[in-house]
């Protein structure tokens, strides 16, 4: 059975009140329920739920994919149906002073004007907003529409095991339009595709040192963002930075470290990351001094994406130590060669799409704590060029390998290649314009993974494009939404799907 709306604050209260109002409606539903990349099965299960509801019928594959058909209305009774697409997992990112539970809690819903976010934590307007319009689309919302399939994948965020996973013989349409996106008038016809690197070091620890001082560097306070769509703000890697002022710090003072760890999703820029270490009494006065004077050093690195950088050096408890000895010397070298000689940022910009970054890679996670004796650390690489992808990867693989570490390259997926022939583009942009006032909407590619790529793969006559409202900083606790943008973007779907009746 469906469970109860997410408690909303303050302004939010109305938010149901808002227009399109199936539209609002469903996205509380979902922002009540617990959404984690693989755990969708509540989210599932309110479809099943509205659906049997409405006597729509739904299919389910093997992957956990949902398909829900809706008949046409109105001038699309007898067209040809349309496949509209999103997925319903969200990134799961909170701030560190926050307590929330993403297995359990709601989203806590903020609308303040024009804009909806949530309680430190990431909204999941992406991709929630496009799941409750394609599930509005469904339910009525339009007068005039061809019959939809309204494919809901699973698990977008960690990999497109979903999209991987499709049962394409559960789909008749051949005309699809993604709602994925995060900029509101833009039409895009492409996307890169992506690989993720997940390399693993071998730790060697050293003699306990039981009269030196338990210490935390932390690195924090920065913006972070999408691994994909930020990339190329120059915002600063927690992670990045934080190898940065081990590696200075120890080339001065007898810093022991015992643990690395950092970011929470590869696919996000990390804010926060820090190293358990063991330091001479003797030498702590100095050391605190020469963190104060570092600070502000590695702050001039990106001081204008993210002025709130911090680095902090504090006492740490001797129990978070229980067990744990520090890292040879050598050991630690290696582990922070890996970090600062591996390729983050931007790696090329496209010669054809100008401002389309082409390849790039994010140092998404470091993570000590699933397995003391390994630092595990996961590259989110992206491309539009398949050879360019292969040479990012090898290039980590080959940095990691001199390191002493291993490197295993997972969860690949194609990019979408843009087809400027479409005639679904063709349409979309007669629509787009009439709605603008004659404008002609902006047609460009994405550096982010979409779905479509991999669509495309299985079902070659696949005509798609993707669109969506303006959602700012996703993958990351400041991510919002423009309430108008949404009601655009519904006012777009509505005209797009009766010019396609």
């Not at 030498?283 to 600070?295: G, M, T, Y």
């Not at 793969?457 to 949404?486: K, N, Q, Y």
């Amino acid at each position: 059975m469906s469970t109860p709306a997410a408690p909303l604050e303050g302004e939010a209260a109305r938010l149901t009140d808002l227009s399109p109002r199936p539209v609002w409606r469903h996205f509380t539903e979902l922002a009540a329920r617990p959404r984690p990349s693989g755990q969708e099965e509540a989210v599932r299960q309110y479809v099943r739920d509205w659906a049997t509801g409405l006597g729509l019928t739904y299919a389910e594959d093997d992957a956990g994919n949902l398909i829900v058909r809706a008949p046409g209305r109105g001038r699309g009774v007898n067209a040809a149906p349309v496949l509209v697409q999103g997925h319903m997992d969200m990134v799961t990112e909170k701030d560190l002073d926050v307590a929330h539970d993403f297995d359990t809690d709601p989203i806590r819903l903020r609308l303040e004007g024009d804009v909806l976010s949530a309680t430190g934590t990431t909204l999941g307007a992406d991709n929630g907003i496009g799941v409750s319009l394609g599930l509005a689309a469904c339910e009525g919302l339009y007068a005039d529409h061809p019959p939809i399939e309204l494919l809901l994948t699973a698990d977008e965020e960690t990999g497109m095991t979903g999209a991987m996973g499709l049962n394409a013989e559960l789909l008749s349409a051949r005309r699809m339009i993604n709602l994925d996106a995060e900029e509101e008038g833009t039409l895009y016809i492409g996307c890169a595709g992506g690989c993720d690197t997940v390399a693993r070091l071998p730790l060697v620890r050293a003699a306990a040192l039981p009269e030196r001082q338990p210490v935390r560097l932390r690195v924090g306070g920065l913006a972070g963002g999408h691994s994909g769509l930020d990339i190329h703000l120059n915002r600063g890697n927690a992670i990045r930075l934080l190898a940065q002022a081990v590696w200075e710090l120890r080339r001065e003072f007898s810093l022991a470290v015992v643990r690395l760890d950092g970011g929470n999703k590869r696919n996000a820029i990390p804010r926060d990351a820090e190293c358990l270490a063991l330091v001479d009494p003797g030498q702590r006065a100095a050391l605190d001094a020469a963190v104060a004077e570092l600070a502000p050093r590695l702050k001039q690195l990106h001081a204008d994406s993210d002025p709130g950088f911090e680095l902090v050096l504090e006492a740490a408890a001797g129990d978070e130590f229980t067990g744990l000895r520090p890292w040879t010397d050598d050991c630690a070298d290696r582990a922070l060669d890996l970090l600062l000689a591996t390729h983050d940022g931007v790696g090329s910009m496209s010669a054809t799409v100008e401002g389309l970054v082409e390849t790039s890679s994010n140092l998404g996670v470091l993570d000590t704590r699933d397995d003391p004796d390994t630092l595990v650390v996961t590259f989110c690489s992206r491309s539009s060029n398949e050879r360019a992808l292969d040479l990012m990867c090898a290039r980590i693989a080959m940095v990691v390998g001199r390191c002493g570490g291993e490197a295993r390259a997972e969860s690949r997926y194609p990019g979408w290649q843009p087809n400027a022939g479409s005639a679904l583009l063709g349409t979309a942009r007669e629509v787009f314009s009439e709605l603008a006032g004659g404008a002609a909407p902006r047609v460009t590619a994405i550096h982010a993974g979409l779905e479509c790529g991999l669509l495309g793969g299985m079902m070659p006559e696949l005509d798609m494009i993707s669109f969506g409202p303006d959602i700012r900083d996703a993958h990351t606790p400041r991510e919002r939404v423009s309430v108008r943008s949404v009601q655009a973007v519904s006012r777009q779907l509505e005209a797009l799907l009766a010019a396609l009746c």
